[in-house]
């Protein structure tokens, strides 16, 4: 147990992490600091676990890459359309299918990584050569005078490359560490999933502004270093 305020709360120990438990009696001090202990808890498992640097790398691809750049690629695809393309909503519909087309290989995407390693690296060697396609993609579509939906799909198609391949590389990973402890895989997948949601909630309070009030095509600035 330990001290806060002369009262005591449990730091129950399991599997060498730590895991927080509500006091039996507890006092209006500690039904106010419970998300504070229960979130620092949390944290010393997560790093206890996995490693501060696994955790990062995880952090930053789920916040950053998933969470932001893919809601902003979708928050802000139909008003590029109409204002920078001056495409109907067919025609952005098509470019949006033929840009998700990398979701649907990821497979594909798995296979290519376990069989051909490039430079000795399976899973960070992908990564980051989809980054950078990814970023050049973005760049692309901020800076470059694009008036066809297929150039714009084309760019889309490697922006999304990007995040499914770190979304589906890193996933294999973590998978791995999560077969390792099982009992605490469960954290793990709070952590990716909350971060996701909250990169998401960033997105959209970014984008709604930005779109209305400057070209839409100005966003993915905001993508490139992402």
């Known amino acids: 147990k330990q001290q806060r305020g002369g009262r005591a709360y449990q730091v129950l120990d399991g599997e060498g992490d730590a895991a927080y438990a509500f006091p039996a009696r507890p006092s209006p001090a500690d039904y106010a600091l419970h998300p504070v202990r229960g979130f620092r808890c949390f944290c010393q498992r997560l790093v206890g676990n996995f490693g501060s640097d696994f955790a990062c790398i995880i952090g930053v691809n789920y916040f950053c890459v998933k969470g932001m750049l893919l809601s902003i690629m979708g928050l802000v695809r139909l008003s590029y359309c109409k204002k920078s393309l001056g495409v109907d909503g067919?025609?952005?519909?098509?470019m949006g299918a033929i840009a998700s087309t990398p979701w649907a290989i990821k497979g594909a995407i798995g296979v290519l990584s376990d069989m051909y390693p490039l430079w000795g690296y399976?899973?960070?060697?992908?990564i980051i050569a989809s980054a950078v396609m990814g970023s050049l993609a973005f760049f692309g579509l901020a800076s470059l005078p694009i008036s066809t939906p297929t150039g714009a799909a084309a760019l889309f198609f490697l922006a999304n490359l990007e995040i499914a391949t770190a979304d589906l590389l890193c996933e294999g990973r973590y998978a791995t560490k999560m077969q390792e402890k099982p009992a605490t895989g469960s954290m793990m997948v709070s952590y990716v999933w909350g971060l996701f949601q909250m990169g998401a909630l960033v997105a959209a309070l970014l984008v709604g502004p930005l779109a209305d009030q400057t070209n839409p095509k100005y966003v993915f600035w905001i993508c490139v270093p992402l």
Not at 90 to 94: I, L, M, R, S
Request: with cysteine; glycine share 0%; hydrophobic share 20%.
């Open 122 to 126: 399976h899973k960070a060697s992908y």
């Open 90 to 94: 067919t025609a952005c519909q098509t």
